[in-house]
Structure formats: structure tokens, C-alpha cells
């Protein structure tokens, strides 16, 4: 039978939840979808389902065998979508993934002006606060800020994540503007609560200080953290990313501008170099052109900003 079939049906068996249901969406019998199952478990030479009366349920050979079924099927998309494209014409459909703050704050924007170049590349982006499983989900890239690389992934670094602490000039204008590491122990703090301690490591030259904080307030949302100290709740560790214009506003005001806190890379993230659809190549070179440079074009943005009070 065909293996390229034989697999499509295991997906949308998985995909469905039954082998009926997979079957109807493909438009063939039950009987058929059920062949070809088998005929895939034969050629693997494992069992892929648990089948009980209710439901059906992947075996851990089945697991595996999921994901890889997966890439080649979009192996065979990539292939038929570059097969039927004309000339220099790009087109396809990319499945994205990042972090609410990064897309609000950069990555939409980006897209957009991607899609202005390219129109017949069709995006869906996937805003999710947590690290997508990118087989299961089929995602083609997601954009993350980490300094580390899951296994079996490959990674581009396409702009450096620099965060600040920063508070509303009411909240610092009510309660002080610390001018040490040891004064912030004093003030009310917004932290994050996922993944975060509850402390700031500050580094100035060779001297590393890291300081416990005071938690008045945490979210396990970047955005509310913003919110939170425009509102005056306190101090917030940041991106510069999302708070740039804040910062050059004035809305916010940066808390010990001579401390640096943890640097993170702005990663691209993809299952493999090979088989790369032509959409997936040149947008991971758009990102990195927009967002890369000795300096981030928000950060660039911050110091320009400080340059021009510091003028007056």
C-alpha cells in the first residue's frame, strides 16, 4: 500500500480519535482506513495504537513513530508547494509560535511587513506563554528567548533580550529611587511567577551582586507585570523589547541604569536545516535582519532617547 497514505491515516486517526472519523475526512471506508493502518504497523514492525472499544491510544513506539510520519508529510507538502510555484513566486503557509510579549511588542509587526514582501505566504501564529512541542504541534518556527536548545532542535540566534528594572515616576516619586542593589530590598516588587525566583542578579563590571526581592504583586503574564508598574505597584524587571517605548516616554523610569542584568538570546527555532520550504528560509533571514545587529533596534531606540534628555 501506499506508505505515504498509510501514514496521513495514522494522523488523522490520532488528529480524530477514530479510526471512523479519519477515514470519513479522507472520504474513504472504515475498512480501508483500517488496512492501512495495519499495513503501517507491519512495515515498522510495531504496534503504533492501543485499540479498546472506547478509544484509541498511542503506544510509546507509536509516539515516535508520530512525529516522524508528521515530517514527512510536510516533506511532501514542501515538495508539492515548490513544485507548483511559478517562477520566483513564494508562497506557502507558515505555522509560527512565541511568547504573548515578544508578539505583541515585535513579532506581529514583523510578520506583517513580511507578508508585504511576500503575499502569498500565509501565516498562523500560535501566542502561547510556554515552550511548544514543535513536532505535535506542527509548528514550522517559534521565536524564543532562552539561552538554551532543546535537544534535536536547531536554533539561530536572531537578537539579544536585555531586560531593565523599572517603576512609574508616581511609585518612584511616593517611595524613593533606589540608587544601590541593597536598597531594592526596601521597595515593593512585581514578579514573575513562572519559571522566576523571586531575586535580581545585577552585574556591573567583574561584581555580581543578586538581591532578594519583595513580591507585592506576581503574574505569570509579561504584559500584566507592565500594567502593573504603570499603574505605580511597584518595581518590575522587563524586556526592553516591550517596554522601549515606556522608557522613552518617560512612562517608566529605568532603576539602576549602571547594573546589567541576565543578558537572553532571541532564538529561531526549527526541527531541521534540511528540507527547509523557501517561505521558513527567508523569514528566518528577515528576523534576523530586522532584529540582529551589534545592538536591538529597541534597545538602539532607549539609548537614543537617554542621549536626547541628557542633551537638554
Known amino acids: 500500500m501506499d506508505r505515504l497514505t ?6 488523522k486517526t490520532v488528529e480524530h480519535g477514530t479510526v471512523s472519523a479519519a477515514a470519513d475526512s479522507m472520504g474513504m471506508s472504515r475498512a480501508m ?18 485499540r479498546t472499544t472506547r478509544r484509541l491510544g498511542l503506544t510509546d513506539a507509536g509516539a515516535q513513530a508520530l512525529a516522524r510520519c508528521r515530517e514527512m508529510l510536510d516533506l511532501e507538502e514542501d515538495v508539492q508547494a515548490q513544485a507548483s510555484q511559478a517562477g520566483t513566486l513564494v508562497q506557502g503557509k507558515l505555522r509560527l509560535t512565541t511568547a504573548p510579549s515578544f508578539a505583541q511588542a515585535q513579532l506581529t509587526a514583523a510578520v506583517v511587513d513580511f507578508q508585504s514582501r511576500h503575499p502569498a505566504v500565509e501565516i498562523d501564529l500560535l501566542v502561547v506563554d510556554r515552550a511548544v512541542n514543535l513536532a505535535e504541534e506542527r509548528i514550522d518556527l517559534a521565536v524564543r528567548i532562552s539561552n538554551r536548545i532543546d535537544p534535536g532542535l536547531v536554533a539561530r540566534r536572531i537578537a539579544m533580550c536585555r531586560s531593565v528594572l523599572c517603576a512609574a515616576p508616581g511609585y518612584l ?7 544601590t542593589p541593597q536598597a531594592l530590598r526596601s521597595h515593593r516588587c512585581i514578579i514573575h511567577s513562572t519559571g522566576f525566583a523571586p531575586e535580581y542578579t545585577l552585574r556591573r563590571g567583574d561584581d555580581e551582586t543578586t538581591v532578594q526581592a519583595s513580591a507585592s504583586l506576581t503574574a505569570n503574564e509579561t504584559s500584566v507585570m507592565r500594567a502593573a508598574a ?20 518617560g512612562r517608566l523610569v529605568q532603576i539602576l541604569p549602571d547594573y546589567e542584568l541576565q543578558v537572553l538570546n532571541i532564538q529561531a527555532v526549527y526541527l531541521s536545516r534540511q528540507h527547509q520550504p523557501k517561505p521558513l528560509r527567508l523569514l528566518i533571514e528577515f528576523l534576523a535582519e530586522r532584529f540582529g545587529g551589534d545592538v536591538a533596534p529597541w534597545d538602539a531606540q532607549i539609548a537614543n532617547a537617554r542621549k536626547a534628555v541628557q542633551g537638554k
Not at 499603574?231 to 516616554?249: E, H, K, R, S
Request: hydrophobic share 45%; glycine share 10%.
Open 6 to 11: 498509510a501514514m496521513r491515516v495514522f494522523a
Open 33 to 50: 482506513a483500517s488496512r492501512y493502518l495495519e499495513s503501517l504497523e507491519d512495515w515498522l514492525g510495531v504496534r503504533l495504537l492501543h
Open 173 to 179: 516619586q511616593q517611595h524613593g529611587h533606589p540608587d
Open 230 to 249: 504603570l499603574a505605580g505597584a511597584g518595581i518590575a524587571m522587563l524586556p526592553t523589547y516591550y517596554v522601549g517605548d515606556d522608557l522613552a516616554q
